[in-house]
């Protein structure tokens, strides 16, 4: 594995010589553009608005532009004198409790290894300070000559680092959840727990593959041996739950693997609703038209008959 970093982690006085290294690797196939009628590569210049010409990449600046169009053009040395006091340091800010960084702030993950075999005493120190008290650092690193937050925390028998949004890198999310007065019923929440439960049955999160990456590669494979592409139709979603009641409880029988609207399922509803419904009345059975008919002219053929007597 190839070390991206090196440097300390820095805490008090204490300093971790450590190596950085990726934690995650995206997998697939890297597709590049192609001209769709013949195959040929396309290839992307770097061309000068001003001048037309192909500019090198040796010669490519950075560049602001203010409303007024002026531009303010920043060059690789520019950024490289820009003071960076984190540049090999991994700053211990602060050790917070663990549930107090919203996962919504973290971005790409990395793994910790110290540097030498000096290092390796004040590294478990900190790792297992961190395991024991159940928390995690919050710090600041400097990787590809930006400045970041980081939270600093234990996986495993390693130290993890990953990267962290800014505080006002973070959108604001107001007004965008339902209004508080739509509820939910106790009866809902019941079935919704169950459905959980189910769907949580015997899961195994390592067992999951990238189901539309097989597929491209399956795609792939097909065109590279001129063979027809086979084709399998998305699912759809649902466009709108009318019965809540009732669309939470095909899923509950239909992730238990039972048929909708067996016995079994509406027992697990009825269990789920946490009642059991009322015995309903018995109603006396309606009569049919010829039936009423017949019984309404025997009834007064023998009122006829008790008055002729």
């Not at 990726?22 to 210049?45: F, N, P, S, Y």
């Not at 001129?226 to 466009?239: E, L």
């Not at 009834?299 to 002729?308: E, M």
Request: net charge neutral; charged share 30%.
């Amino acid at each position: 594995m190839r070390t991206m970093w090196k440097g300390a982690i820095g805490f008090g006085l204490v300093s971790v010589p450590v190596r950085l290294y990726a934690a995650t690797q995206e997998h697939g196939i890297k597709l590049h553009q192609v001209h769709a009628e013949d195959g040929g590569r396309i290839r992307l210049k770097r061309v000068c608005d001003s001048c037309g010409e192909d500019v090198p990449y040796e010669e490519v600046a950075k560049g602001f532009e203010d409303d007024e169009g002026h531009t303010a053009v920043v060059t690789q040395s520019d950024l490289a004198g820009l003071p960076l006091p984190s540049k090999k340091l991994i700053d211990v800010l602060a050790f917070v409790d663990a549930d107090r960084i919203d996962p919504l702030q973290l971005s790409s993950s990395y793994y910790l290894a110290p540097d030498s075999t000096a290092a390796d005493k004040p590294y478990v120190l900190l790792r297992e300070t961190l395991k024991q008290t159940d928390r995690v650092a919050v710090t600041k690193i400097a990787l590809r000559t930006r400045e970041s937050l980081a939270l600093l925390r234990v996986h495993e028998d390693l130290l993890t680092l990953h990267t962290m949004y800014w505080p006002d890198e973070i959108r604001d999310s107001t007004d965008l959840a339902p209004p508080s007065s739509v509820t939910v019923r106790p009866q809902e929440l019941k079935m919704a727990t169950s459905l959980m439960d189910t769907l949580s049955e015997d899961f195994d999160l390592t067992a999951l593959e990238d189901e539309y990456q097989v597929a491209l590669d399956d795609l792939i494979a097909a065109h590279l041996d001129h063979r027809p592409v086979a084709r399998k139709a998305a699912t759809k979603a649902p466009d709108n739950v009318i019965d809540l009641m009732s669309a939470l409880q095909a899923s509950i029988d239909r992730a238990a693997g039972k048929p909708s609207g067996t016995k079994a399922g509406t027992k697990a509803k009825k269990a789920a609703a946490g009642r059991e419904p009322a015995k309903a009345k018995a109603e006396p059975k309606k009569q049919t038209g010829r039936t009423g008919a017949k019984k309404t002219a025997a009834k007064k053929s023998r009122s006829a008959r008790k008055k002729a007597g």
